[in-house]
């Protein structure tokens, strides 16, 4: 299995890169496909031919879905380091740009005017109809410090929100977040999806310690399938033998895993496309995502995927195919959603893990950089304008990359806050600090109080001694039950049932009169009859 390779800062031709250029790619796109029944988080299957992922119900859903408002996310993933200098032109410096620029600068008269400082090219003209509507927003100089130029280690940074020495921290923001509001969603999910991701498997952003809260899947052929048939997978006409017997039981348990297709299907059929989507792949993601919004599925945060920017050679070319085609297709989207006047309650946001070197290399290409555009679309923005302050092109780092200027987590944090309207202690414990809030110009219409405290109670599996225990910590005096599920989620007998003081406790999960199989579990604790769940194996 091959690991991450970590890139040096100042990057190369890509010529020059060669096997560990293409090892960190091959590492960056693999994702574990399935994570069914609790022994993986997430289940891979087709969905009008693109392959998608499942999650189980998890605390995410759960909490999304109780909102009492109709508002949605949309994050769009840029995936491979998007060049923000081409995409938002600085047109107050622009013979710095172009003195940086020779070969790929994008001219004057090949642009068209977002205000009197910064143009855009005419390849993504179909945004400018959203702009001079007042719907849409561009963010300056987004990162953080000390960027991180390596594709894998920036995309999880991007999830996970560290950037220091816990850079390995395996859960993200939104995971976290519904994780702690939905303690016991293993084996209470909610009914509906939390969030759908479409274009890649199992993103950081989503996962929680146990598993991961989006429905997932890797093309939108294969979302469309499942929204179609309310399947996975076909479980007929295979071969009569072992192995055909075995996959089918396979294909069976799988199918019954994904317990949100009846719902995408339901809500897929409930709706249908009324804009001039192309046949790119971009297109293809957002047409569905539209067509799940019309349809009422109540899913909260979708995320797609556009990948290719990774453009270390023959960039003009690449790169202006990859931006009309996401444009186009967001163009459309809106569109779409307004056909029915929902428009109004989708915000889209574009995310990529860095942007690109502000000099170009000698392939015609960017290599890998630092601050990038972010772009933001919806009514919700009440009216266009920019965000931040654009990097100062004469003054770059050490490395010769942009400076930072608008932190991505303060745009995380607004977001979450002000648009899906989560109490801001909980954004700040989710994003594991407290982030300066930017001026995106949403405002939360919740006049709701829901219970989105953190709690103090916490607890976890510890293997030790040839068993295994749940070590957790209380707060105050609390009545404490533990009850061991099994796979198939029958309760195996309360193993604790006792009231303790504040303090810190272990418990044997497979006590002498119990002596559990080896395989998967779950245990539950009940503190003053609040549930919360874990998974957990029994080994030898």
């Not at 797609?304 to 163009?331: R, Y």
Request: overall charge negative.
């Amino acid at each position: 299995m091959c690991k991450e390779n970590k890139l040096h800062k100042k990057y190369i031709n890509p010529k020059d890169l060669g096997e560990n250029h293409d090892k960190e790619h091959a590492v960056w796109n693999r994702r574990s496909f399935l994570q069914a029944l609790g022994l993986t988080s997430v289940g891979s299957i087709m969905l009008g031919k693109l392959p998608v992922s499942a999650a189980n119900q998890t605390p995410l859903s759960a909490a999304l879905t109780t909102s009492d408002n109709d508002r949605v996310l949309v994050i769009i993933r840029l995936k491979g380091g998007n060049d923000g200098l081409n995409t938002v032109i600085p047109q107050y410096d622009f013979d710095t740009y172009a003195n940086l620029r020779p070969n790929i600068k994008i001219e004057s008269n090949n642009s068209f005017a977002l205000s009197s400082d910064f143009r855009m090219p005419n390849y993504m003209q179909d945004l400018q109809p959203l702009w001079n509507d007042g719907k849409m927003k561009i963010a300056h100089g987004i990162g953080y410090p000390d960027q991180n130029l390596s594709h894998f280690s920036s995309a999880d940074i991007w999830s996970n929100t560290v950037d220091d020495d816990r850079t390995s921290l395996r859960t993200g923001v939104l995971g976290r977040y519904f994780e702690d509001l939905y303690p016991d969603y293993l084996l209470n999910p909610p009914t509906i999806p939390p969030a759908i991701q479409i274009g890649s498997l199992s993103n950081l952003l989503f996962n929680g310690e146990d598993t991961g809260y989006a429905f997932s899947v890797a093309n939108p052929n294969q979302l469309e399938e499942i929204a179609q048939n309310g399947t996975a997978y076909n479980v007929q006409n295979l071969s009569e033998c072992t192995y055909g017997n075995q996959l089918g039981w396979i294909r069976s348990i799988v199918n019954t895993t994904y317990t949100y297709a009846g719902v995408i299907h339901e809500a897929y059929n409930n709706a249908a496309n009324n804009a001039g989507y192309n046949e790119s792949n971009i297109s293809k993601q957002l047409a569905i995502v539209a067509r799940l919004i019309k349809g009422n599925l109540g899913t909260k945060i979708y995320m797609v995927t556009l990948d290719g920017f990774d453009t270390h050679a023959e960039q003009p070319t690449a790169h202006q195919q990859l931006m009309h085609d996401l444009t186009n297709a967001v163009s459309n989207f809106y569109e779409d959603l307004n056909d029915i006047g929902v428009g109004k309650n989708v915000l889209a946001m574009t995310i990529s893990e860095f942007g690109r070197r502000p000099e170009e290399n000698g392939s015609n290409g960017t290599d890998h950089g630092s601050a990038s555009t972010m772009m933001l679309f919806g009514e919700g923005l009440e009216g266009n304008g920019f965000i931040g302050t654009h990097p100062d092109l004469s003054n770059l780092d050490q490395d010769e990359n942009l400076n930072f200027t608008t932190d991505f987590r303060s745009i995380y944090a607004t977001i979450l806050e002000d648009w899906l309207c989560i109490d801001s202690d909980v954004v700040d414990a989710s994003l594991l600090a407290n982030y300066n809030r930017s001026d995106v110009g949403v405002v939360c219409n919740s006049n709701s109080n829901p219970d989105n405290s953190i709690t103090d109670f916490s607890h976890r599996a510890i293997y030790r001694d040839n068993t295994v225990f749940v070590d957790f910590d209380i707060p105050n005096a609390s009545h404490v039950t533990i009850e061991v599920i099994n796979i198939l989620g029958q309760k195996t007998g309360i193993i604790y049932n006792e009231r303790v003081l504040a303090g810190n406790y272990q418990v044997d999960l497979n006590p002498k009169n119990k002596r559990y199989s080896v395989g998967q579990y779950f245990y539950q604790i009940a503190v003053n009859g609040k549930l919360h769940s874990k998974a957990f194996v029994f080994v030898k």
